[in-house]
């Protein structure tokens, strides 16, 4: 692939990113899990029915034993990178907030929110981990990036669900914004770091 790709546009990617179905995504994680070595796990939308569903896959320990060493050798150093230790820390402490209310918020209109919330938190992590995998190469570093672009539109819709909640809920978010708008700043950087790489165009 990274031979057909090579000199790819971020359009080029996107549009074929945009032609692919799930499975694309479910490819790039069966290699790959929300628990890495260095960091906590996210639910995955597609594994989970309802919000009670996809805060407790939050949890759940789904690296297989024998994937460690390859894991570990993939994401070497993934921990040192900031933009991808800003957006679990936001997401974490979104799943955190998310969990408690969860019961509560079923057959409210709310109920949307907290489920676009939850999946768009995990979009996040996600995209930023298929761009790292995706690679650093001719052939797949505007691929790396768009999906880091992804990964930003995604922390966009989890800020403005945040807008959705009630008074009650209003310093919980107020902090949630903050943290999504740090993580935003640490993605701003490092897409722009990426496409300093990009010396073919």
Not at 15 to 23: C, G, L, M, V
Not at 53 to 78: F, K, Q, W
Not at 131 to 138: A, F, K, P, V
Not at 149 to 163: E, K, N, P, T
Request: glycine letters at 6%.
């Amino acid at each position: 692939m990274h031979d057909s790709t090579r000199g790819w546009s971020e359009q080029q990617w996107e549009d074929y990113f945009a032609r692919q179905d799930e499975s694309f995504f479910m490819a790039l994680r069966s290699r790959t899990s929300r628990e890495q070595p260095t960091n906590e796990g996210h639910p995955s939308p597609e594994s989970a029915g309802t919000i009670d569903d996809l805060v407790a896959a939050a949890s759940a320990d789904t690296l297989l034993e024998e994937e460690d060493a390859l894991i570990r050798e993939l994401y070497a150093g993934l921990g040192q990178m900031p933009a991808w230790r800003a957006v679990v820390e936001f997401c974490d402490s979104t799943m955190e907030f998310v969990a408690p209310i969860c019961e509560d918020v079923i057959g409210s209109p709310l109920e949307s929110v907290a489920r676009i919330l939850c999946r768009e938190c995990f979009l996040v992590t996600d995209y930023v981990l298929a761009g790292h995998e995706l690679g650093y190469d001719e052939g797949t570093l505007c691929g790396n990036i768009a999906l880091c672009l992804r990964a930003r539109r995604s922390l966009d819709r989890c800020i403005q669900c945040f807008d959705r909640f009630g008074p009650e809920h209003r310093a919980a978010c107020l902090r949630l914004r903050l943290r999504g708008k740090i993580a935003g700043v640490f993605l701003d950087r490092r897409i722009a770091d990426l496409r300093a790489r990009v010396w073919w165009r």
